[in-house]
Each structure stands twice: as structure tokens, then as C-alpha cells.
């Protein structure tokens, strides 16, 4: 059994999620602000280390195939994911285009409002689980 972190990193805040190999179920963790970079791969190793992660899998957006250039938003979260490389982490990018609309629907459903990056990240983690089944 393998534990993962889903991460829905994000400028302002970067949603967490957890799961693992075995029970193949990502859930919502915490939500990290990230206008502090250095606090928040800080805060990525903590809970690395505390939940014994083994892989991080990082939502990418994907560009349509008619554009060639990379968004900057694409551009920021692949320098993150070096950052945390550089740490010694073990990364994987997934595709994320469809995670924050995906978690929108689903807190809407709970009856809540507001943006839950942490859903983003279940989301991503839960893509990456199934696919990988």
C-alpha cells in the first residue's frame, strides 16, 4: 500500500487531499494559503513525513490541442511541482481541467457555499486512483 497527496495548488489557497493504493478512496484533508511559498512547501513535507506519503499527484490544467503555449497558470504550478521535486518528493501531474468544476458541483450538493480547494484536490486524487486501477 502506497499513501498519496492530491494537491490543487492554487495562488491564493492549495487544496489537500489523502488517500492511498489499497482502499483506492481519496478525501479531503485541509486547505494550505500559498501566498507563502516557503510556508507552504513546508507545510507539503509536514504532512508528507506525518502521513508517510509516498507520491504527490499535482493537478496540471491541460491546454486544448489548438493552442501550443502552456497557460501561466500551467506555468506556475510546474514550477511548484519542481519546487517540491528539489525537496525530494516524489511528483505526478494529472490532469485537473475539470476538478474545480467537479468539487463546485459537490458542495453545492452538501448544501454549502464557497470554493473548497480541498475537494479540488479529492478530485484530482481520485481521477489519479481510478485511472490507475
Known amino acids: 500500500m502506497s499513501r498519496l497527496m492530491g494537491i490543487d495548488y492554487g495562488s491564493a489557497r492549495t ?75 516524489v511528483v505526478v501531474e494529472e490532469d485537473e481541467t475539470w476538478s474545480t468544476a467537479l468539487a463546485a458541483r459537490q458542495t453545492r450538493e452538501q448544501g454549502q457555499r464557497g470554493k473548497r480547494d480541498d475537494l479540488a484536490a479529492t478530485v484530482i486524487l481520485q481521477t489519479y486512483l481510478d485511472r490507475e486501477r
Open 15 to 89: 487544496g489537500i487531499a489523502l488517500g492511498d493504493t489499497e482502499t483506492r478512496v481519496a478525501s479531503p484533508w485541509c486547505v494550505i494559503p500559498s501566498q507563502d511559498e516557503l510556508r507552504l512547501l513546508d507545510e507539503n513535507s509536514r504532512i508528507v513525513n506525518a502521513e508517510l506519503v509516498h507520491t504527490l499527484i499535482v493537478g496540471v490544467p491541460r491546454q486544448p490541442r489548438a493552442l501550443d503555449q502552456e497557460s501561466d497558470q500551467a506555468k506556475e504550478i510546474r514550477m511548484f511541482i519542481q519546487r517540491l521535486r528539489d525537496r525530494g518528493h
